[in-house]
């Protein structure tokens, strides 16, 4: 009997020895990842698949451009209306709406929720990457790119969707295409972005189905809490402020001469208390009495019906929206379709735990640092469209241009715990996330992402990981704050532990901190990586004496 064990347990070691040749072989098949975009992301066509087939929303650049063109004129033509007619705003109402509404006409939804056109489709493809033309590979988002780059356009899947459905209804066609992907490629599971309104849908996937069939999921810049835009919109909250404008031209200013010089205008507008008061007072009082028309005549009749843009109101604001845009005169049926994703959105942590329950990995990336679409006077911290306190699942987060208001020292973390999950600048907390252990920040990236300047790189590694990664796995390459360089076009991970301007770490910003980095601008003393990263308050990777006036004045209490 013992000899008999022997022969056994010799037998087994060598098979053991031999799989341990042959397993690597099957494990280094990389796993397909599917790719769920945001909103305006698929084309969409009235009449699809027939010989009547039309395009009936811009999607690419250049349509987007013509369009932004048809609606900039009727904007102009409106004013001129306007003007002429002795600031009739009905006149400027005549001129605008019409423009708009031949957009947004052919996409409309009725009040219960459907589409009125029910011809309206769009071309799902179902292959992978390598079987694209190249006008469709040119049409997918960055990650597709740089997946590609790494596992081969083989393993690269886009799940396109109609944008304007229920992500509910979209999450059932997920479903229906992850278990395509899987009995194509033969694997087990699939890795999956959910990128801005994407993840909407992942989440109701996730809510219905469970994370057993994925293997990593990263929510890109995610609108699974909704964003501000949206919520502004109905609840009759938007506006115009001066400052706003102007810091988001700053933005677009980095790619465009044009917009330097439409800053600087705005800026010496802004400056000038009467100059302002002149012009963005006229603004904002021609959107006060115009807005009741924005709603009779374009965002009830084609938008209010739409359960995917609802799905982009955060909780704060749902039921006052529905308050606002339907009364008590709501339809029923678009009722359940809204308040069922609603439910989903408020159940979200659950939701993500048990998927992580059944074995999937998670994690949250996206930017911060950036000023949001102009049409309020919240200046809320952003990636230019959604909220970064939405995004991250509840990060706390100092207004957009200025810190915590005890920015000068050494902010309190909100929730305690193992880690320190406060940025260096002061400006984000994330104790406060749904995930703050598995949530990155990139400080000053704006919605959308690049394959060359390092920002796609805390996805790849995220989708590529073995096991369950967070802020702490690798310190050195992968903490919890980024920042990028809008001018180099670069990405570095942020690995001091100290507060922006700080010099000499005392825990306050002091005139010693501004001391030191007069010293470091004249040369009298050498900037390490670390001083720099603190001493820095441009971010032109250079410390010099606009940056010690700056610190200057956080030690002086004038920021």
Known sequence: MKATKKIVSVTLAIVLVALAFVMPVSAAKALPLIIVDGIFSTELYKNYGTADEAPVFPTDSDSLTAMGKDIGGALIGGIIKYGTAKKDYDEFANEFFPVVNKYLEPIGYNP??????????????????????????????????????????????????????????????????????KNETGVRKVNLIGYSMGANVVLAYLAANGGSLINNLVFVSPAWQGTSLAGNVVTNELEIDAFAVENFLVQLANVSATTHIAAFIISFIATYEDLSGEYFGDIEYVLSNILPRSYTDTFN??????????SLVPG???????????????????????????????????????????GMRFGIVGGYNCQMIPVS???????????????????????????HNDWAQIHEQAVKDQHNHVSWDCKVDASTCMFPENTWFIKNLQHTYNADDGSTDIIMWLLGAKKQMTV????????????????????????????????????????????????????????????????????????????????????????
């Open 301 to 310: 009749p084609y938008i209010a019906g739409m359960p995917g843009f609802w």
């Open 316 to 358: 704060e604001d749902y039921e006052k929206g529905k308050e606002f845009i339907f009364g008590k005169d709501i339809n029923k049926a678009l009722e359940d379709k809204i308040d069922a994703y609603y439910e989903i959105q408020k159940d979200a942590k659950n939701i993500i735990e048990d998927a992580m329950a059944d």
């Open 112 to 181: 219960d929720g459907t589409p009125v056109d029910d011809t309206i489709g769009f071309k799902q493809l179902t292959k992978p990457m390598s079987q694209y033309t190249e006008e469709e590979k040119a049409s997918l988002v960055v990650f597709a790119e740089v997946y590609a780059k790494e596992y081969g356009e083989e393993n690269v899947y886009n799940f396109s969707y109609d944008w304007r459905s229920s992500p509910i209804d979209v999450a059932a066609e997920l479903k229906d295409f992850i278990k395509t992907v």
């Open 472 to 559: 702490t796995t690798d310190k050195e390459n992968y903490p919890q704050f980024f920042l990028h360089n809008t001018y180099k076009r670069t990405t570095k991970p942020i690995t001091i532990d100290g507060i922006i301007g700080d010099l000499d770490k005392s825990g306050a910003v002091t005139t010693a901190d501004a001391r030191i980095a007069l010293k470091i601008a004249a040369g009298q003393m050498k900037a390490t990586d670390e001083l720099l990263v603190l001493g820095d308050i441009d971010e032109d990777e250079k410390i010099t004496t606009a940056d010690a006036k700056e610190i200057l004045y956080m030690a002086t209490g004038i920021y």
């Open 377 to 403: 006077k919240e200046f809320e911290q952003s990636d230019t469209i959604i909220d970064v306190k939405y995004w991250s699942g509840g990060a706390t987060c100092s207004k957009y241009l200025q810190a």
